[in-house]
Structure formats: C-alpha cells, structure tokens
C-alpha cells in the first residue's frame, strides 16, 4: 500500500463519503506551485462544497492526519520529500457575489484575477491591487498581499474560517491582526471566504489604475520563467531587492536557481538547467542570499515564501 492510499485508509473516507471532492493521492505538488518544483502530497483533496471540507477536516483530525492548506501556489515551496498527510486546496470554492452597494463577498479559492474582473463588472473599485497578486483570495488574506495600489487590510472587513474539526469562525478585520505581508489569522484554521468594503468607480477608472500597475511590473519584473514573485520582505526603510543586489548576488546560481539579473528579489528557476533543478537548489540559494545580505548589512531577511515539506 503507497503512502496516499494509507493516509486514506486513516482517515476512513472513500469518494463515495464525499461525491463533490477530487481526491488524488501521491500527487506531485509540482503541479500544483508557480515555481514548478515539490515533491509529492500523500493525499491532495479539492473539496467542492463546505460540508466536503467539513467533513475533511473532521476525519484528519479524528485520525491525527497532519492537514496543509495550499492556495494558488504563488508563494509556496515545497520540498523535494513533499508532504505528509493530507494536502487540501479549495480552488473549487471560488463563488464572487455581490453582496450590497458597495460589499462584495468571495470565497477563498476565487483567483485574485477573478475577484477584480467581477468587481469591474459590478463597478467597485478597491481591488486594483490584485492585478499585480497572484494566487488566490484565501493565501492573500492570510499574508495580507498587496502592492503600491493597496492591500487585503484595506477592503477587507470580515474573514471566516473552518477548524481542525470543521468548526465555523467569523472575525472582523480588528481582530485578524493584519500587518505587512502578515496576519493573526491562525495557522490551525483555513480561510473559506471573505467580506470586502469597496467604492464605486466608473471601469475605466479601474482600467487605468489597473494598467498602471501592470506597466510597473512588466518594466521591472523578470518573465518567462518558473518562479514565486519576490521571495523576501522589504525590511523597514528599506528593499530586498536593492540590500541583494548591493551584496553582488544578482545572477549567483546553486544548481538551476538562480537570482534573477532583472529583480534581485526573484529566485528564479532556470527551465533549461541540466540536471533539472531541485526545491533543494532553491532553498539552498535562500539560504545563501540571505546569509550574504546578513554578513553585508546587517539585516536578516525575512521570508515572503512559504517552505513546506520533508528534504
């Protein structure tokens, strides 16, 4: 028996206990992460309702099944060992409603992309932002993602979330300790769906803001190659990118990551390498960049990545 089917046995369920779930086990998150890179998840879950993840939730936790929430891989490395347990990604709960004047409720597995196209349809503006975050509305709000148009912390006023034991929680924004690139919300929980406050806004207004952001990173951001966007925080008063490049580091590669010579701040992975390149590579470059940038400055990087997973 692999390890996806023995995880499955713990937890007791068959697709018949949950008709509205994709279920694959020993699945390559490689597929399923921008950098294209992770070894395998033992069983990866895509619940199409709220009662499926409930319930989910509720048989790992019953069976002491160790549970990771993955979004949309934007900001995700996972480790060429991949990940126990069970892996769940709610790209399937994805409903953007109009919910008043000016509220707009989303679920988290709605893309960003989505969420500002339906806002532009409703004419609400409050959400450019999310043209330069990619990924999914439940990652974003966890790390409250933005860019110089704006954050989650701005629109967003209420979240709720599910338990371990698929136990319904609501916050409003106060309590969700939104700061830069980071929040309160708890580890322990995953994101089901949020409540935003916008402004109305004529689409060309949104166009415009839109397209400026986009012009931004066309002109300054690498493309074209398999990648998490920028890998460390700013530190205060200061950018990472600006501290790695300062260190010399722009170009420096271990195996097929490499720093990229447009962004110093993207560690990028090379799609031509031979051998291919490793989650290994790439978290051993972080290592490197940031031990550097320490030496150099001072300064001790922080993560904008998640790492996950077993060498």
Not at 232 to 255: H, S, T, V, W
Request: a positive charge.
């Amino acid at each position: 028996m692999g390890r996806g089917a023995a995880v499955l046995d713990r937890l007791g369920l068959s697709e018949a206990d949950l008709p509205d779930t994709q279920l694959r086990l020993d699945e390559p998150m490689a597929r399923h992460t921008t950098n294209r890179l992770g070894g395998p998840a033992d069983v990866f879950a895509r619940p199409g309702t709220r009662d499926d993840l409930a319930a989910l939730l509720a048989a790992a936790h019953a069976a002491g099944v160790p549970v990771t929430f993955v979004g949309g891989g934007t900001n995700l490395l996972v480790r060429d060992g991949g990940i126990r347990g069970l892996v769940v990604n709610l790209a399937r709960l994805r409903a953007v409603e109009r919910t008043g004047p000016a509220a707009v409720h989303a679920e988290a597995g709605a893309s960003t992309g989505r969420v500002l196209a339906r806002c532009r349809a409703f004419g609400l503006s409050g959400v450019e932002f999310l043209a330069g975050v990619p990924g999914t509305m439940g990652g974003g709000v966890v790390m409250n993602a933005g860019t110089f148009l704006g954050e989650f912390k701005d629109v967003v006023v209420r979240v709720t979330s599910l338990t371990r034991a698929g136990e319904v929680r609501t916050r409003p924004a106060e309590a969700c300790g939104f700061r830069y690139r980071a929040s309160d919300l708890p580890a322990d929980e995953v994101v089901v769906s949020m409540d935003l406050a916008l402004r109305p806004a004529p689409a060309e207004v949104i166009d415009a803001a839109v397209e400026r952001l986009r012009a931004h990173r066309r002109a300054r951001e690498p493309h074209g190659v398999p990648n998490n966007g920028s890998t460390f925080k700013n530190p205060p008063g200061d950018y990472a990118g600006r501290l790695i490049e300062a260190a010399g580091l722009k170009g420096l590669r271990i195996g097929g990551a490499v720093v990229s010579p447009v962004h110093a701040n993207w560690l990028v992975v090379d799609p031509k390498a031979d051998p291919p390149c490793r989650a290994a590579d790439l978290v051993a470059l972080i290592e490197r960049v940031r031990a550097a940038v320490a030496e150099r400055f001072g300064v001790r990087l922080e993560l904008e990545v998640r790492i996950l997973g077993e060498p």
